[in-house]
């Protein structure tokens, strides 16, 4: 009950939302985007046409075109399922890190207004997709620490450079990942330094493409 207890109030929260319909610079976004012209797949992950590289966003508008085409409802609901599967995520990685009522904290992420401009406009996908893969990278992350095996920390450095192709503001996740380590364990290790390096790499390669773009 505690999974469909977020999950069904994130949805009844923001049923106002759902019922909107495209605002600002959403036809940016979704009308005149270059993924929904002729090889607009190709065009958004390999060529420069696209306003900004957010490959991961453009590829899940295109998805969803598919489906409901330019009716606003569908993109509505998926920005609040992604923002609900995101408060999961944070209650799944402050029940493994030790945290005072993590459900709670989860359940008061989820239904915060501070979030309500990310999960609403349809245009702050980037937000609430890069947030839904920088934490399954720090889940994965926490669970490599813990159990030892290496198969999650793959899925991490996967997750991050998801989150990356995203939006760029998931950058600081290799400090995050030091700083938790020296909190856990009260001192950094040879091995924290060396298990930083993929995401470093992915950070600073996503990083200048950023700024090459913009």
Known sequence: WPWGAIVLLTLA?????????????????????????????????????PFVYYPMVWT?????????GADPAGYHVVNVLLHA??????????????????????????????NVESVAWITQRKNTLCMLFYLGALCCYLRHEDEGRWGPYVFAVFFFLLSMLSKGASVALP????????????????????????????????????VWFQ
């Open 13 to 49: 929260v923001y049923i106002p939302a759902i019922r909107g319909g495209f605002v600002w610079d959403d036809d940016l976004h979704l009308v005149t985007n270059v993924v929904f012209e002729e090889n607009g797949l190709y065009r958004a992950w390999f060529t420069a046409d």
């Open 60 to 68: 899940s508008y295109w998805i969803e075109y598919q489906f409901w």
């Open 85 to 114: 599967v995101s408060s999961l995520l944070i209650w799944r990685i402050l029940l493994r890190l030790g945290i005072p009522a993590p459900w709670l904290v989860a359940l008061i992420f989820a239904l915060h207004p501070v």
């Open 175 to 210: 400090a995050v990942l030091l700083l938790l380590a020296w909190w856990r364990r009260g001192h950094w290790g040879i091995n924290d330094a060396l298990r930083s390096i993929p995401f470093v790499a992915v950070a600073g390669l996503m990083s200048f493409s950023e």
